[in-house]
């Protein structure tokens, strides 16, 4: 096969598997009466912002707290996994071995149960539909994953650096402060990506823990558009658009990182 | 130095949030599941406490429920489905990417989109496009004149209306992890095959194949644990129905504890923990394998 051939083809497979993004940003644009037309409108002819001004007058809020929970997922995730990370990596004392495989099996634990759990335990705390409650729920979902991958980054680093600093009368401490956290920028990016794009997508604890109240993110936003059998499609779909936001611009600016915590996470240990 | 007693110490210093964390939020909610499962809640004791123990009648009430069956049977479907379609049309793609061509890096890049996406995005995407009167796949159908499918009303179609929304979203995941196993082939095997004389099939089953089993188990195994836990897809697309026909136990788990205005919390829990037994199962296996090959 010739090299220009290759690339059609791919264009045509790219193009079939990216159709249903397509078509979501397409019917976002398109105006009610249009919706149910006979063929659809592959392209938005006579488009409508009418979903996007409903997005800004009704789902603002919702997106404010999902970027809160987001954020503050990917805080306690890396607060919590890095020096967890170094220790397995670098320190590596008796009973880190039970406890990386305790960190295996914890993330084949469906989210579905975890949330049953947290919410008769939510009840009894009166911490239901509450922001911090959701984060701490959500981070369940990242620090298993994120204690793997900087145990798996960590090992990397070569011994002699931190023996220079131990050399300096660095203590472990300062050690991991001032040698280990700068050179393992790039593993603190792919935990803080997936972290905060778990948080963001969401929806088996948000639905469970933080259906109610004031505090609902935009994943419930969406639900409940679907919900109220509510037929305005662009609406739905332009929430729909704007909510892939996050994933689009990290899969622009950090496309790296994500191939590497996917590979990370599978075929390393 | 490293063997010192002040080291381990200091290293479990470092490590002892995880494991407040893990004892709190991963054991403790886990240990209350498995209480709701083994007692007799109602929404008030729920609130209040003081739920009568009730041995294993939750489990035995599941059992034999009328939904048990069919909730089993559209779990095993669901995910050998899912995992043969996103593994093999994963290995394809990888396969076509390995060839290396004029934007083959971007295109890559491109096929993340769906994997990246908050399954409530792909899921209603896919719901307004199967949609039976106005969906642009009913509409493609009919333009070849096939007559329209009742993708997520009709019995006989919502399971493999959620199935296809799930390979969807699957085969990203299975394409990066495979093309990386790709990587790892030397190109120089290749290069003496094509000297002998090897077709492309031949290459692909002589040498990708055998030497890709390892990525593959993982691959593979990885997929299975990731397709049981499935609960997002389904439940907004279908909500398990119409009557049943795709709940699976992720499904049925949430619909008794969450789905309702009437919880039963216990028979929920009770579903969940068979699920986690499931999970567990394979996740061993994966171990194992993982295990040996490092061996």
Not at chain 2, 13 to 29: D, R
Not at chain 2, 76 to 85: E, G, K
């Given at each position: 096969m010739r090299r220009p051939i290759r690339t059609a083809i791919g264009l045509m497979l790219t193009a079939v598997m990216l159709f249903p993004v397509y078509?979501?940003?397409?019917?976002?644009?398109?105006?009610?009466?249009?919706?149910?037309?006979?063929?659809?409108?592959?392209?938005?002819?006579?488009?409508?912002?009418?979903?996007?001004?409903?997005?800004?007058?009704?789902?603002?809020?919702?997106?404010?707290?999902?970027?809160?929970v987001g954020l503050g997922t990917v805080a306690l995730t890396v607060v919590l996994a890095a020096p967890a990370g170094y220790a397995?990596?670098?320190?590596?004392?008796?009973?880190?071995?039970?406890?990386?495989?305790?960190l295996l099996i914890a993330q084949m634990i469906p989210g579905i149960i975890m949330a049953m759990g947290f919410y008769a335990i939510y009840l009894n705390l009166g911490v239901l539909n509450s922001i911090p409650g959701l984060i701490l729920a959500d981070s369940t979902i990242a620090v298993p994953f994120g204690v793997l991958i900087f145990?798996?980054?960590?090992?990397?680093?070569?011994?002699?650096?931190m023996q220079a600093a131990v050399v300096d009368g660095a203590g472990r401490?300062?050690?991991?402060?001032s040698v280990v956290l700068p050179v393992s920028r790039n593993s603190i990016v792919t935990v803080s990506l997936f972290a905060f794009l778990w948080a963001w997508s969401d929806f088996v604890f948000a639905s469970t823990l933080d259906g109610g109240g004031d505090h609902r993110p935009i994943t419930l936003g969406i639900y409940q558009y679907i919900g109220n059998n509510n037929q305005q499609w662009n609406a739905i779909m332009a929430t729909a658009v704007v909510a892939s936001i996050p994933a689009?611009?990290?899969?622009?600016?950090a496309q790296r990182y994500v191939a590497a915590g996917v590979t990370a996470g599978a075929v390393k240990d | 130095m490293r063997r010192s007693k002040t080291g381990d110490w200091a290293a479990w210093?470092?490590?002892?949030?995880?494991?407040?964390?893990?004892?709190?939020?991963?054991?403790?909610?886990l240990y209350r599941n498995?209480?709701?499962?083994?007692?007799?809640?109602?929404?008030?004791?729920?609130?209040?406490?003081?739920?009568?123990f009730a041995g294993l009648d939750n489990y035995q009430k599941i059992l034999s429920d009328p939904t048990f069956g069919p909730a089993l049977a559209h779990t095993?479907?669901?995910?050998?489905?899912?995992?043969?379609?996103q593994f093999a049309i994963g290995m394809a793609l990888a396969v076509f990417f390995h060839q290396h061509f004029p934007l083959s890096r971007t295109l890559r890049a491109l096929f993340l989109v769906p994997w990246l996406l908050p399954l409530i995005v792909s899921a209603s995407t896919w719901s307004w496009m199967l949609n039976s009167d106005a969906g642009v796949v009913n509409a493609a159908l009919s333009a070849v004149g096939v007559g329209p499918v009742n993708w997520l009303t009709s019995p006989d179609w919502s399971l493999v209306s959620v199935i296809i929304a799930n390979v969807w979203i699957g085969i990203p995941f299975n394409l990066v992890v495979l093309y990386s196993g790709l990587q790892a082939i030397p190109a120089t095997l290749y290069e003496a095959a094509a000297l002998d004389g090897a077709t492309g099939a031949q290459r692909f089953w002589r040498i990708t194949f055998p030497l890709l089993r390892p990525v593959s188990a993982i691959t593979l195994l990885l997929g299975l644990i990731y397709t049981l836990k499935v609960f997002d897809i389904i439940w907004i697309m279908t909500r398990g129905g119409p009557t049943d026909s795709s709940t699976t136990f992720a499904t049925w788990s949430y619909r008794l504890g969450f789905g309702s205005l009437l919880p039963a919390f216990g028979p929920g829990a009770a579903v969940g923990n068979l699920l986690i037994v499931m999970a567990l199962a394979f996740g061993l296996i994966y171990i194992r394998i993982q295990r040996r090959q490092q061996a």
């Open positions: 078509w979501m940003i397409n019917v976002s644009f398109t105006r009610d009466q249009d919706m149910r037309a006979d063929p659809p409108h592959l392209f938005p002819v006579n488009g409508t912002l009418e979903g996007y001004r409903a997005v800004l007058d009704q789902q603002l809020p919702y997106l404010g707290t999902s970027l809160l397995l990596a670098k320190l590596r004392p008796p009973g880190g071995g039970a406890l990386s495989f305790a145990t798996a980054f960590m090992s990397g680093i070569p011994e002699e650096l401490l300062r050690t991991f402060w689009t611009i990290l899969l622009v600016l | 210093a470092f490590l002892a949030p995880v494991v407040v964390y893990l004892l709190a939020f991963y054991a403790y909610p498995v209480e709701l499962s083994l007692r007799n809640y109602t929404v008030r004791s729920f609130v209040q406490g003081g739920a009568p095993v479907v669901f995910t050998l489905a899912s995992l043969a379609f």
